[in-house]
């Protein structure tokens, strides 16, 4: 992937318990890429006790991707070979540095997460937000990182166990949330359904990108310090499927498509629109403090 083995460890067994660098960034890359988006609610959500419900999504998201992040950094800043393109600021890497200054080609989240809110390649008339899309999004995803946080606090890498147990307890609220508001809107009016049917099938098929192996989540669990995601496949179909049921919504027929290829680095063109709004300010003034 190209960071380099991590910060220099007293040694070899002690190495071998942390998550790879890779591995922490494709987690924090999910999490600051989807709180980037459900961001962009702030002061559009239909009414405005989910302005705040979002707000707040989004700021547990960042502050796990903040968690990360700053644990790579100190990891990273021990051996500090950038990936190749990369143009790091003058200076120690931080949080800030993997979360600005980093492509999208380096970024490793889900392409899932990239998306814009509406369905589809051209967007809704004057590309409005559509509500059922990130309701459904946060829905699919929620019922993954639950389980993936729950089997983390086992890590064999400590700081990531703890940051997991953390992490557990926000991903159980936004699971919550957007299950609740899944079954509303399958489950309300015509066009509510509609809405949130039209979401469903466009979205589910990116999701298969959840179970398909890569280098970074292999050497993650050959130490035992990641999850083993495909294992968790069947319990996750059963969640989706329940609620599914339960919204009066249709699971789409499997159609074989291409399968999203954001873990190696492949991503849509909507993050590149999406990191250039992210990371402007901190682009503009290198190095600064607020």
């Not at 380096?106 to 937000?129: C, I, K, S, W």
């Not at 064999?156 to 940051?163: F, P």
């Not at 179970?211 to 294992?231: I, R, Y």
Request: proline share 4%; net charge negative; hydrophobic share 40%.
């Amino acid at each position: 992937m190209g960071y380099g083995p991590g910060a220099r460890q007293n040694s070899a067994s002690s190495y071998k318990k942390q998550a790879p660098i890779d591995y922490l960034l494709h987690l924090a890359d999910n999490a600051v890429v989807l709180g980037q988006r459900n961001a962009e609610w702030c002061g559009h959500a239909p009414v405005l006790e989910e302005d705040l419900a979002m707000a707040n999504n989004s700021l547990d998201l960042i502050g796990q991707a903040r968690l990360l992040y700053q644990y790579a950094a100190e990891r990273l800043n021990g051996d500090v070979r950038a990936p190749r393109g990369a143009t790091w600021p003058a200076g120690a890497i931080t949080e800030d540095t993997l979360a600005y200054f980093r492509g999208d080609s380096d970024f490793r989240n889900y392409v899932l997460l990239e998306l814009p809110h509406h369905t589809g390649l051209v967007p809704a008339a004057g590309g409005a937000r559509d509500w059922s899309v990130s309701i459904v999004r946060n829905f699919l995803y929620s019922a993954l990182m639950v389980q993936v946080w729950e089997r983390l606090q086992q890590s064999t890498d400590e700081h990531l166990a703890a940051i997991a147990a953390k992490s557990l307890k926000e991903v159980r609220y936004h699971l919550r949330h957007s299950r609740d508001w899944l079954l509303r809107l399958g489950d309300g009016t015509e066009e509510s359904q509609r809405r949130a049917q039209a979401a469903l099938d466009y979205l589910l098929p990116f999701t298969e990108e959840f179970w398909t192996a890569s280098a970074l989540e292999s050497e993650a669990n050959a130490s035992g310090s990641g999850v083993d995601v495909p294992s968790l496949r069947a319990a996750w179909h059963q969640m989706v499927d329940e609620a599914i049921a339960e919204a009066t919504l249709k699971r789409p027929a499997d159609v074989k498509r291409y399968v999203p290829e954001g873990k190696r680095g492949v991503h849509s063109e909507y993050l590149s629109y999406l990191l250039g709004e992210m990371q402007s300010l901190a682009r503009a003034h290198p190095g600064a403090t607020w």
